[in-house]
């Protein structure tokens, strides 16, 4: 079993950075996501990281603005965002999956955290 708490999350001006946390309990050797949700919008992945933190994907649109890491040691995630834009505004959820592949389909993962708001104003 595991558990997933985001933190981090805020209002921010567009072109901005914020960094978002995700402190997982439990058994920890998961492949590791970010995804997000606008109102309105469905479910889409940001951004995901292996074991290992050799192997990340992005999404097209946070590529070059986004970077996913992970700190085992600390059983934390982090999503460090720059050059925020109003349309990364969304609840941006933390998931794990059981496999060693990162994949881009929500219902791929098993565990999600509750959330946490980012507001890009413009």
């Known amino acids: 079993q595991v558990q997933l708490v985001e933190s981090g999350g805020g209002l921010v001006q567009a072109g901005g950075s914020l960094r978002l946390s995700c402190a997982a309990s439990?058994?920890?050797?998961?492949?590791m996501a970010w995804f997000r949700q606008a109102p309105g919008k469905e479910r889409e992945f940001v951004a995901g990281?292996?074991?290992?933190?050799?192997?990340?994907v992005y999404a097209d649109s946070v590529k070059g603005r986004f970077t996913i890491s992970r700190d085992n040691a600390k059983n934390t995630m982090y999503l460090q965002m720059s050059s925020l834009k109003p349309e990364d505004t969304a609840l941006y959820y933390c998931?794990?999956?059981?496999?060693?592949?990162?994949?881009?389909?929500?219902?791929?993962?098993?565990?999600w955290g509750q959330g946490t708001q980012v507001t890009v104003s413009s």
């Open positions: 439990g058994r920890t050797n998961y492949v």
């Open positions: 990281i292996n074991w290992s933190g050799g192997s990340t």
């Open positions: 998931a794990a999956r059981y496999y060693s592949l990162v994949v881009a389909t929500s219902n791929e993962y098993h565990y």
